[in-house]
């Protein structure tokens, strides 16, 4: 009775760059074809090269019967998603003869397909997939020698330019911090202040910020992101 097992490779939005534990999506991949559940990977966030291969799952040695991109496949100008399906899942619906029945208003919208192909080429051309592996170990590097021994630092993860601090009360217990939700919109606008994009998410079970910079980032400008988190992270904790 269950007909798909949806996940990220690498958790967005919710829990801040979470990776998964080693083998968890490889046992996932034999649960769901034991069963013949259909396994979605959700790479909204984190597909598109964002974590040093062109997919995320890739690094976790699975293969997904269904993928979602979207965010990053428009390279941020136009919006524009896809959803990609191994041949097993489209045939049943080229047997039928009746198609696939789907859409919304602006499906296959000329312009935002036009920038996603610039995307994709720009990707291969400018080898943009090696500069993230490069670049994001400089961003761990720097995040973690300026916030290993912040005491409100829990936690420093993430992989390839797709990065997060884990916020806490106590960095023995991982206290969540009180009202986590107004800290974390605290920082959001101290960063901005300082002129610093993040993305901050705070519950009541996890405050994080979450970073996610340009792959034609330089080392400079990791150097600014952390120059420029610190004072915007100060300010709103000590608020």
Do not use: W
Request: with cysteine; glycine share 10%.
């Amino acid at each position: 009775t269950v007909a798909a097992f949806i996940a990220e490779p690498i958790v967005g939005a919710s829990l801040g760059a979470v990776t998964a534990a080693t083998g968890y999506f490889t046992r996932i991949r034999e649960i769901c074809d034991t069963y013949e559940v259909l396994l979605i990977a959700d790479e909204v966030m984190c597909g598109t090269g964002r974590t040093g291969t062109f997919f995320a799952h890739q690094q976790e040695g699975f293969l997904p019967d269904i993928v979602t991109l979207a965010k990053g496949l428009g390279g941020g100008y136009l919006p524009l998603a896809a959803t990609i399906a191994r041949q097993k899942i489209i045939e049943p619906f080229e047997q039928a003869g009746h198609g696939f029945s789907h859409g919304h208003t602006y499906v296959g919208h000329a312009s935002s397909c036009a920038v996603g192909v610039a995307v994709l080429e720009t990707i291969e051309s400018e080898q943009l997939l090696g500069a993230v592996h490069r670049q994001g170990a400089h961003l761990e590097a720097a995040l973690t020698q300026a916030f290993t021994h912040h005491p409100n630092i829990g936690d420093i993860r993430g992989r390839g330019l797709f990065r997060a601090l884990e916020i806490v009360s106590d960095k023995n217990s991982k206290t969540v911090p009180k009202e986590a939700p107004l800290l974390a919109k605290r920082i959001r606008e101290n960063a901005m202040k300082q002129g610093l994009m993040c993305y901050p998410s705070g519950s009541v079970d996890n405050c994080h910020i979450l970073l996610a910079p340009p792959f034609i980032l330089a080392d400079q400008h990791i150097d600014q992101m952390v120059d420029r988190l610190k004072p915007a992270l100060e300010e709103a904790l000590n608020a």
